[in-house]
Structures are given as C-alpha cells and as structure tokens.
C-alpha cells in the first residue's frame, strides 16, 4: 500500500485519491515524507483510513514545507487532540491550505480550542470541517463563526463581507468585534441577510466610538424598524462618511428615519438609497432634510418612485443647497413636469455638476429640454454642462444645443442627429459646437468635446472633415477627444489641424487608441504650438519610444509652454517609468508629469 501510495503522489497528477486504503501511521509517514518535496499536488484525499495521532503529527510537520497542498481531506480517522494540535500549528505557520476536513475523528473540546487559537493568526483556510467529533455544539459554532468573521480581526482597512449569507447571528459576532477594531475604516456587508435585528447590533456597535468611514449594508432585508436603529446612532457618530442602503426595503416610514439622521449628521458625505421602495412621500421627507444639510455632497435616489411631487421637493431644496454635486434620479419616473421644476432650481443652485435622469418617464423632448438650456444658457462659456453627466436621450440634447447656439449665432433653428449633421453645424457656426456621435454632445464657444464615438460611427471621412472644421476654429482653446477609438492615423489628422490654431492651451486625446506614430504627429504639433500648456494622453499604448519623441518636440519647441503632460495608464509609466523620468531630465523644473 506504501507503494502505491508514493506512486500516486510521484505521477504529477494535482488529485490524489488515497480514501479508505487502510493507510495507518506508518503509511502516513511515508505519505509526509513525500509530501515535503512535492510541488504537484493540490488536493489528498485521505478519508476513510487508521491514521492518528503519530501519522497525523508527521503529515502535519510535512505541511509546513510544501506550498502546493489546498486541499485536505482526513475524515474518518482516528485523529485525537495531539493531532489536532499539531494541525494547529500548520493553520498558524501554513499559507497555502483552503479546505480541512476532520469529520468523524476523536477531537474533543480541547483539541478544538487550540484550533479555534490557531485560526486567529490564519486568515487563508476558508472552510474546516469538525462535526461527528466530542465537540459541544457551542465550541462548534464559535469555530465556524470565528472563521467567516476573522476579516475584522486581520488588522485591514477595508474589509469585504459581501454575499456571505449573514444573518443576524453574524451580525452580533461583527458588532462585538467593531467595538475592539480600531483600524477598520470600511466595513462591506451588501447583499447578506442581517434584518432589522442584525442591523441593530450593528448600530449598537457604531454608537461607541469608532473609527468606521465607510459602511455599506446594501441589499440586507433592512425595513424601517432596523434602518431606525441606525438613524438614531448616525447623529452621534461622526465617522462614518459613505452609507450604502441601496435595495432594501426601507419604505417611505424608513426614509423618514433617514431623513431625520440627515438633519443632523455632521459627518455623512455620500448615501445611497437606490431601489428603497421609497414614494414621493418619502423622497419629500429626504428634500427637506436635503435644504438644511450642509455636508452630503453624494445623494442616489435611482429607481424609487420619486414622481413629479418628489421632483418638486428635491428642485425646492437645490435652490438651497450649496453643497450637493452629485445627485442620481434615474428610472425615477420624473417625467417632464418633474424635469422642468429641476431646471427652476437649476437657476440658482450654482453646485450640482452631475445629474442622472437616464428613463425618468419624460415623454417628449420639451420639458426635458428646458433642463438642458437651464444650464445652458446660464454660463455664456458653456462650461459646466461639459462637467454634467446629462443622461437624457441624445436627440433632446442635440436639439437643445442646436438651439442655442443658432439663436446667438443668428441661424435658423436646425434639427441634428449625426455627426455628418454637427460638423455642417460647426462649419457654418465656427467654434461654437461640440459633439458626440455615439452617446452624449455637449458644447461651448470656446470648448469641443467629442466624447464614446464608437468607429463605427466616426468614419474616416467624418475625421477629415471634422479636423477641417477645426482647423477653421481661431478662437478653441481646449480640444477633448475622450474615449473615441481614432488610432493613430485619426489623431495625425487631427492634430495636423491644431497645429497652426493660435489659442489652444489644452489638447486631450484620452482612451484613443494612440500609439507611437500618433505621439511622434502630436508631438509634431506641440512643437510649433505657441499657446498649449496641457497635453493628455491617458490610458493609451505609448511606449518609452512614444514618449521620447514627445519629449523631443518639447524641449526643441521653438516658444516652449507646456506645464502638464498626462500619461497615466500607458505602458511606458507602467512597464518603463524610470527610462521616461529620465527623458524628462532635460525639461525637469518646466513640465509636470502625471
């Protein structure tokens, strides 16, 4: 048998099934042996034979040489406490093993205890199995609790308890531990099953001093009774800065609670409450609370039935509300109405830069599009609707910015929907459009941004004839190419067009697909600028070579301004950063690498 099993370890396979071949301790010492060597096997099936206490100590100091083994199985043996021990020492010194299984050995309460010490200093075994042992039912479920809760206890800032199925017994282990942590900033428990009651030992635990940030608690089963105990902890707990409590059931009673936590929690900076069954009723009681905080600046309403009232109250309280600047109603049911009272609060909140309304039930383009032109004709520059993430279909925005710019520029009012349509639009109106063929326009008179053109869409010709327009363009000063797949021969063509434009400052080809030749045509470009002082080529596939022939064409330029040039997220930083800060030695102290 002592063969055979040496045999199976030494045949490469990473399974080896030893189960019920009367292995005793003997064969165990082989098996160790083998083992401390062996670099193939992940999983040793070992059920079902007559190894102790001796074979088990030897197997055990074989495991803390070898690297490979995940899996172990050893039920039904004749493992006592002394074995168990020595396994205690692996689980504190062993990195590699996932699965233990000791069903159906001779462990008693003793053993288990130096096994539930030793899996405070693991935080790799996920499962170990004890039952059919003479262990109390007690210590058993202590082991099993200490194993799917020791994240708190591995000193972590961030700890992530998602989808563990935790119930509210769960919940009191981590509430006991919060109250001991004093590292863990953010706490992830979405999608478990705490309930009210588990929500309540977590409040209780917030209530003491802690040093939590962060706390989601996202798809829970949380109603209003446990969303109640938390409100009534937040005031007093400062810390806590991010509150997820998206896809419970919270109701309109529960936003309520939420609402009067917002009144007067000092600390609170982001919350969600997407898809909370929340009404109009309790979306009101959110507004008002919304007018008189003065420190969320994140609120995620998405997906409740916010309504035209709803719309009404949250537009009432913008009006007032200087620090919010972010604010998510999509699939809220809005409608145009709801839509049109935002844009009456849009005129004197000067904070929002990002409003979701994607499927708010508008039906028609017109109420809708007085929101846009709210923001639109609110800054002659047209700066802030290109920081707006407008979600609202893309002919209503066409349109809008259609109309006003030709109401300024004295031209009829025009309907576009395709880039062949804008670039007419460009020629005639000079600079003052900006476009997106695939998902989103917007524009200003001194600013194009041409942002998601899939290539489908954005055909060669479509880039001719937009660099011409460019060209054309005397008074652009910035020029944003975002997420657009132009490729080198695109951004040649585009770039070619800016060289001799006389006010550009900032030029960002972001995500487009831009190699080595398309850096050597910008960097062609940055060398007869006079007026550029950024560049941004972030996230695309320049090398150290790329970034070398820019760094050339600044340093030979002929009125040298550039301050910023971007490169994150390309190879070159990635796989050769210290050959690129070394290029930059000759213009070190002039430009800003980021």
Same mark, same amino acid.
């Given at each position: 048998?002592t063969?055979?099993?040496i045999r199976?370890?030494?045949?490469?396979?990473?399974?080896?099934?030893?189960?019920?071949?009367?292995?005793g301790?003997?064969?165990a010492v082989?098996?160790?042996?083998?083992l401390?060597t062996?670099?193939?096997v992940?999983?040793?099936?070992?059920?079902?034979n007559?190894?102790?206490?001796?074979?088990?100590?030897?197997?055990?100091?074989?495991?803390?040489?070898n690297?490979?083994?995940e899996?172990?199985?050893?039920?039904?043996?004749?493992i006592?406490?002394?074995?168990?021990?020595?396994i205690a020492?692996?689980?504190e010194?062993n990195?590699?093993?996932?699965?233990?299984?000791l069903?159906?050995?001779n462990?008693?309460n003793?053993?288990?205890k130096?096994?539930?010490?030793a899996?405070q200093?693991?935080?790799?075994l996920?499962e170990?199995?004890?039952?059919?042992?003479?262990?109390?039912?007690s210590?058993?479920?202590?082991?099993q609790w200490?194993?799917?809760?020791?994240?708190?206890?591995?000193?972590?800032?961030i700890v992530?308890?998602?989808?563990?199925?935790?119930?509210?017994?769960?919940?009191?282990?981590?509430a006991?531990?919060?109250t001991?942590?004093?590292t863990?900033?953010?706490l992830?428990?979405?999608?478990?099953?705490?309930?009210?009651k588990?929500t309540?030992f977590?409040?209780?635990?917030?209530?003491?001093?802690?040093?939590l940030?962060?706390?989601?608690?996202?798809?829970?089963?949380?109603?209003?009774?446990?969303?109640?105990?938390?409100?009534?902890?937040?005031p007093?707990d400062?810390?806590?800065?991010?509150l997820?409590l998206?896809?419970?059931p919270?109701?309109d009673?529960?936003a309520?609670?939420v609402?009067?936590?917002?009144?007067?929690t000092?600390?609170l900076?982001?919350?969600?409450?997407?898809?909370?069954?929340?009404?109009d009723t309790?979306?009101?009681?959110?507004?008002?609370?919304?007018?008189?905080?003065?420190?969320?600046?994140?609120?995620?309403?998405?997906?409740n039935?916010?309504?035209v009232?709803?719309?009404?109250?949250i537009?009432?309280?913008?009006?007032?509300?200087?620090t919010l600047?972010?604010?998510?109603?999509?699939?809220c049911?809005?409608g145009g109405?709801?839509a =049109? /009272? &935002? +844009?009456? *609060?849009?005129? #004197?909140? $000067?904070t929002l830069?990002?409003l979701?309304?994607?499927?708010t039930?508008?039906s028609g383009?017109?109420?809708?599009?007085?929101?846009?032109l709210?923001?639109?004709s609110r800054?002659?520059r047209?700066?802030?609707?290109?920081?707006?993430a407008w979600?609202?279909?893309r002919e209503v925005?066409?349109?809008?910015?259609?109309?006003s710019?030709?109401t300024?520029s004295?031209?009829?009012?025009?309907?576009?929907?395709?880039?062949?349509?804008?670039?007419?639009?460009?020629?005639?109106?000079?600079v003052?459009?900006?476009?997106d063929?695939?998902?989103?326009?917007?524009?200003?008179?001194t600013t194009l941004?041409?942002?998601?053109?899939?290539?489908?869409?954005?055909?060669a010709?479509?880039? =001719? /004839? &937009? +660099?011409a *327009?460019?060209? #054309?363009? $005397?008074r652009?000063?910035?020029?944003?190419?975002?997420?657009?797949?132009?490729?080198d021969?695109g951004?040649?063509?585009?770039?070619a067009?800016?060289?001799?434009?006389p006010?550009?400052r900032?030029?960002?080809?972001?995500?487009?697909?831009?190699?080595d030749?398309?850096?050597?045509?910008?960097?062609?470009?940055?060398r007869?600028?006079s007026?550029?002082?950024?560049?941004s080529?972030?996230?695309?596939a320049l090398?150290a070579?790329g970034v070398?022939a820019?760094?050339?064409?600044?340093?030979?330029?002929?009125s040298?301004?550039?301050?910023?040039?971007?490169l994150?997220?390309?190879?070159a930083?990635d796989?050769?950063?210290?050959?690129?800060r070394?290029?930059?030695?000759?213009?070190?102290?002039?430009?800003?690498?980021?």
């Amino acid at each position: 048998m002592t063969n055979f099993a040496i045999r199976e370890l030494r045949s490469g396979s990473s399974d080896v099934y030893l189960h019920a071949r009367d292995i005793g301790d003997e064969e165990a010492v082989a098996i160790a042996g083998e083992l401390e060597t062996n670099t193939t096997v992940g999983m040793l099936h070992l059920a079902e034979n007559q190894i102790g206490d001796v074979g088990i100590s030897r197997i055990a100091q074989a495991m803390l040489q070898n690297t490979t083994l995940e899996k172990l199985y050893l039920q039904g043996n004749k493992i006592g406490d002394r074995g168990a021990s020595q396994i205690a020492d692996v689980i504190e010194r062993n990195a590699t093993l996932r699965q233990l299984n000791l069903t159906r050995n001779n462990i008693t309460n003793d053993g288990a205890k130096r096994l539930e010490r030793a899996l405070q200093q693991n935080y790799t075994l996920l499962e170990l199995q004890l039952a059919e042992n003479r262990i109390s039912t007690s210590l058993l479920t202590r082991i099993q609790w200490a194993l799917r809760i020791r994240e708190l206890r591995k000193g972590e800032r961030i700890v992530r308890l998602r989808g563990k199925r935790f119930g509210e017994v769960e919940a009191k282990m981590i509430a006991a531990e919060l109250t001991s942590n004093t590292t863990t900033t953010a706490l992830l428990l979405g999608d478990n099953a705490l309930g009210d009651k588990g929500t309540r030992f977590i409040a209780k635990a917030l209530s003491g001093d802690s040093t939590l940030k962060e706390l989601d608690l996202s798809g829970n089963r949380i109603g209003p009774k446990g969303i109640r105990s938390l409100a009534k902890v937040l005031p007093s707990d400062s810390s806590v800065k991010v509150l997820r409590l998206s896809h419970n059931p919270l109701g309109d009673d529960g936003a309520l609670h939420v609402a009067r936590a917002l009144e007067c929690t000092p600390g609170l900076r982001v919350l969600y409450l997407t898809e909370c069954n929340i009404s109009d009723t309790g979306v009101t009681h959110i507004a008002r609370a919304l007018a008189c905080n003065t420190t969320l600046i994140e609120l995620h309403l998405g997906s409740n039935a916010c309504g035209v009232c709803g719309a009404a109250a949250i537009g009432a309280a913008l009006a007032d509300n200087t620090t919010l600047t972010h604010l998510n109603l999509e699939h809220c049911g809005v409608g145009g109405e709801g839509a =049109e /009272r &935002l +844009a009456d *609060a849009l005129w #004197r909140n $000067t904070t929002l830069r990002e409003l979701n309304l994607w499927n708010t039930g508008s039906s028609g383009v017109g109420k809708p599009r007085a929101l846009v032109l709210a923001h639109l004709s609110r800054d002659e520059r047209c700066d802030l609707p290109r920081r707006l993430a407008w979600t609202i279909p893309r002919e209503v925005l066409l349109q809008a910015r259609v109309e006003s710019l030709t109401t300024r520029s004295g031209f009829a009012s025009e309907r576009i929907t395709n880039v062949n349509d804008i670039i007419a639009v460009m020629e005639r109106c000079v600079v003052e459009s900006e476009t997106d063929a695939a998902s989103r326009i917007e524009s200003g008179a001194t600013t194009l941004v041409l942002r998601r053109a899939p290539a489908c869409e954005l055909r060669a010709a479509d880039v =001719e /004839r &937009l +660099a011409a *327009a460019v060209e #054309r363009s $005397t008074r652009l000063q910035s020029l944003l190419v975002l997420q657009t797949p132009l490729g080198d021969h695109g951004v040649a063509v585009i770039a070619a067009a800016v060289r001799s434009l006389p006010a550009v400052r900032e030029l960002h080809f972001d995500e487009c697909g831009v190699g080595d030749a398309g850096a050597i045509a910008i960097a062609a470009a940055v060398r007869e600028s006079s007026a550029l002082v950024l560049l941004s080529l972030r996230g695309n596939a320049l090398t150290a070579d790329g970034v070398a022939a820019l760094v050339r064409a600044l340093d030979e330029a002929a009125s040298f301004r550039i301050t910023e040039l971007a490169l994150a997220g390309n190879p070159a930083l990635d796989n050769d950063e210290e050959r690129v800060r070394r290029f930059f030695s000759s213009v070190q102290g002039r430009v800003q690498l980021r």
